[in-house]
């Protein structure tokens, strides 16, 4: 293998509870009431634009996507410099010691400034040698877009690319680029239909992920 491609929440940070919190907060004050495990079982890994679709046409809600997006954006710009993403157990480690050796990337379904913001407060910004955003391409994650411009931009045949992903939507993504799937979930680590790989933690993981790039740790 040549390239390794890393989702961003869920995967790199736990982020996952997170955004279900702030999103529970701003549908509340939309008259929504949605519980964060609610949220955490029917929307974690669909990207933003789907979600507010789905709320403002199911609960009639009087805004836009755009302007629904922005208003989330900007909630979770505060939350961030009030509480921070804490980083997913054994990622940093993982990073570091890839660093070098093994060309990386963050392949996400997540608006750029967000992501780089993140990686940039944890000090991963510089170990990558690019950040592609599903927003970015045609069509978002599950479609296979984001991984194709990826491969293109990072000079790699998708057959010779690993990517970690923590849900199915992000999985369907990368499968459907013909790329060697590794499925990371701690909620449910049980080996989805096609993934070449399942863990229930990065640590648990990195031993494979080292022996696939023949790095020793």
């Given at each position: 293998?040549?390239?390794?491609?890393?989702?961003?929440?869920?995967?790199?940070?736990?982020?996952?509870?997170f955004?279900?919190?702030?999103?529970?907060?701003?549908?509340?004050?939309h008259g929504?009431?949605?519980?964060?495990?609610?949220f955490?079982?029917?929307?974690?890994?669909?990207?933003?634009?789907?979600i507010?679709?789905?709320?403002?046409?199911?609960?009639?809600?009087?805004?836009?996507?755009?302007?629904?997006?922005?208003?989330?954006?900007?909630?979770?710009?505060?939350?961030?410099?009030?509480?921070?993403?804490?980083?997913?157990?054994?990622?940093d480690?993982?990073?570091?010691?890839?660093?070098?050796?093994?060309?990386?990337?963050?392949?996400t379904g997540?608006?750029?400034?967000?992501?780089?913001?993140?990686?940039?407060?944890?000090?991963?910004?510089?170990l990558?040698?690019?950040?592609?955003?599903?927003?970015?391409?045609?069509?978002?994650?599950?479609?296979?877009?984001?991984?194709?411009?990826?491969c293109?931009?990072m000079?790699?045949?998708?057959?010779?690319?690993v990517?970690v992903?923590?849900?199915?939507?992000?999985l369907?993504?990368?499968?459907?680029?013909?790329?060697?799937?590794?499925?990371?979930?701690?909620?449910?680590?049980k080996?989805?239909?096609?993934?070449?790989h399942?863990?229930?933690?990065?640590?648990?993981?990195?031993p494979?992920?080292?022996?696939?790039?023949?790095?020793?740790?």
């Amino acid at each position: 293998m040549q390239t390794l491609f890393f989702d961003f929440d869920g995967t790199l940070v736990d982020s996952e509870r997170f955004h279900a919190a702030n999103w529970s907060q701003y549908l509340a004050g939309h008259g929504v009431e949605l519980s964060i495990d609610t949220f955490m079982s029917q929307y974690a890994g669909v990207t933003w634009p789907h979600i507010a679709e789905h709320f403002i046409s199911h609960y009639n809600i009087s805004t836009t996507v755009s302007a629904m997006i922005n208003e989330m954006e900007a909630l979770t710009e505060a939350m961030i410099l009030e509480k921070g993403i804490p980083a997913m157990p054994g990622v940093d480690d993982l990073l570091k010691t890839l660093s070098g050796k093994v060309p990386m990337a963050v392949v996400t379904g997540a608006p750029r400034d967000y992501v780089t913001g993140v990686l940039a407060h944890h000090g991963w910004l510089s170990l990558f040698d690019n950040v592609f955003s599903g927003y970015e391409v045609t069509n978002n994650k599950p479609a296979p877009d984001v991984y194709l411009q990826a491969c293109k931009t990072m000079h790699v045949l998708p057959e010779k690319a690993v990517a970690v992903e923590d849900s199915r939507t992000g999985l369907m993504s990368a499968l459907s680029a013909n790329i060697h799937a590794v499925f990371v979930n701690s909620h449910s680590p049980k080996l989805p239909a096609h993934a070449n790989h399942s863990f229930a933690s990065m640590t648990e993981a990195t031993p494979v992920l080292l022996s696939l790039f023949n790095v020793k740790h």
